[in-house]
């Protein structure tokens, strides 16, 4: 029973360029929630989806981070121009329902030239 | 590969009262530990990061400690009150990533 599944695990890009993540949750979750740590900060919640729908965004910076689920395929967070200070690492979770336990995926490290 | 456990599952306790999470980690190199807080439909939210040089670290009613040395951290929650009530969860940060305990469903009882 494969767990989350994120990929690639380390991405490598040079600023302006476009980042792309992606998440494939466990199998029957259809909630998937991101979240971003910062070196020396801990994790932090960033956006949260149900099939095709953004339910909570209101951890996701304003401009340039998009993030969507779409009825197949997996979850994508895109960074589009990408800084120096979008290196970090990028964790997705899944949750089969409301309210039930989350799990984890191992996280993309995002690390920007 | 670090291993998280956290005691008690569960925890209802009444209003007001002061009391303590459990975390116990494997490896003792970890870089850090964090504790969570889990509300339902919700992210995780975080409530206390401890770097691995610190002890302890505090905020509001929260207070939460790090002994390397013997494995264990603990979350201490003082006067707790009804909007405590949510799923704590620690998370180790080592070598190997993040890894998370199972967490503990705390209700606190009005």
């Known amino acids: 029973n494969a767990g989350v599944m994120q990929n690639p695990r380390h991405l490598v890009r040079r600023r302006g360029q476009e980042a792309r993540l992606r998440c494939s949750p466990m199998k029957g979750h259809s909630h998937v929630y991101w979240y971003r740590q910062l070196p020396e900060e801990g994790l932090k919640f960033m956006v949260y989806l149900q099939k095709e729908n953004i339910i909570d965004e209101s951890g996701m910076p304003k401009e340039r981070f998009s993030a969507e689920f779409p009825k197949e395929g997996p979850s994508i967070l895109r960074i589009q121009q990408v800084v120096r200070g979008d290196s970090a690492a990028y964790f997705c979770?899944?949750?089969?329902?409301?309210?039930?336990?989350?799990?984890f995926g191992d996280g993309t490290r995002l690390s920007i030239l | 590969k670090q291993e998280v456990t956290q005691i008690p599952a569960a925890l209802s306790v009444p209003e007001g009262e002061n009391l303590v999470l459990n975390c116990s980690f494997t490896d003792s190199a970890i870089y850090n530990l964090q504790w969570f807080r889990q509300d339902p439909g919700k992210g995780l939210t975080s409530l206390l990061l401890?770097?691995?040089?610190?002890r302890e670290q505090t905020s509001g009613r929260l207070n939460a400690s790090l002994d390397k040395s013997s494995g264990r951290s603990t979350l201490y929650i003082a006067a707790s009150q009804p909007g405590d009530s949510a799923t704590y969860l620690c998370q180790g940060g080592g070598a190997d990533g993040l890894t998370f305990g199972k967490g503990t469903h705390l209700i606190i009882q009005p």
């Open positions: 401890i770097q691995s040089s610190q």
């Open positions: 979770a899944s949750s089969p329902k409301v309210g039930q336990p989350q799990h």
